[in-house]
T-cell receptor, first 114, second 120 residues
Framework: GENVEQHPSTLSVQEGDSAVIKCTYSDSASNYFPWYKQELGKRPQLIIDIRSNVGEKKDQRIAVTLNKTAKHFSLHITETQPEDSAVYFCAASPRETSGSRLTFGEGTQLTVNP | NAGVTQTPKFRVLKTGQSMTLLCAQDMNHEYMYWYRQDPGMGLRLIHYSVGEGTTAKGEVPDGYNVSRLKKQNFLLGLESAAPSQTSVYFC???????????????????FGPGTRLTVL
């Protein structure tokens, strides 16, 4: 089955700096890679996603890049703000998987210091 | 439109007790999922369902059972709770349809608020 590894497990940055979180996946059949944000005590919510036919996607201050050959994808947050502090999860979904199942990484606790 | 709801929000059980967690969604989604979330381990899939009357095992199914008798509901059962089942449980739903003009992501999973379960 699919295996997703996420690094780093914790990340602390100063407000205004950039943050990068990286994930690798094992199943070359995976074709959908979402990122979820989970604030303390809240439910995970989708913030951005990318499909395997796209190398990069950007939405305001967040962007995701995908390298299919190397089987890794990354989340980039620019001009970080204190409200970006949360746990971020990457995930991967194989093309032929029944039920659109997602395999999640272990999560990254991002702290943005004012 | 409540989205995905879960009942109860909190529960404390003694080892060996049984309980059922209820997940309900009002978005007419075909797919539903149960995850558990433990510190440092992300979200792990317990069971999932691709439609009414169907269920399948996920990554960590042992000790749990599920049922999807109605499209909008997905129940997670613990027959004999163990301390290792202390966790936060999240339900999620999604649909396989793709909306090319709305920008809505395919496979986006919508999560419920979670149930914090402690087994003593």
């Amino acid at each position: 089955g699919e295996n997703v590894e996420q690094h780093p497990s914790t990340l602390s940055v100063q407000e205004g700096d950039s943050a990068v979180i990286k994930c690798t996946y094992s199943d070359s059949a995976s074709n959908y890679f979402p990122w979820y944000k989970q604030e303390l005590g809240k439910r995970p919510q989708l913030i951005i996603d990318i499909r395997s036919n796209v190398g990069e996607k950007k939405d305001q201050r967040i962007a995701v890049t995908l390298n299919k050959t190397a089987k890794h994808f990354s989340l980039h947050i620019t001009e970080t703000q204190p409200e970006d502090s949360a746990v971020y999860f990457c995930a991967a979904s194989p093309r032929e998987t029944s039920g659109s199942r997602l395999t999640f990484g272990e999560g990254t606790q991002l702290t943005v210091n004012p | 439109n409540a989205g995905v709801t879960q009942t109860p929000k909190f529960r404390v059980l003694k080892t060996g007790q049984s309980m059922t967690l209820l997940c309900a969604q009002d978005m007419n989604h075909e797919y539903m999922y149960w995850y558990r979330q433990d510190p440092g381990m992300g979200l792990r899939l317990i069971h999932y369902s691709v439609g009414e009357g169907t269920t399948a095992k996920g990554e960590v199914p042992d000790g749990y059972n599920v049922s999807r008798l109605k499209k909008q509901n997905f129940l997670l059962g613990l027959e004999s709770a163990a301390p290792s089942q202390t966790s936060v449980y999240f339900c999620a739903s999604s649909t396989p349809r793709f909306w090319p003009t709305s920008g809505r992501a395919i496979n986006e999973q919508f999560f419920g608020p979670g149930t914090r379960l402690t087994v003593l």
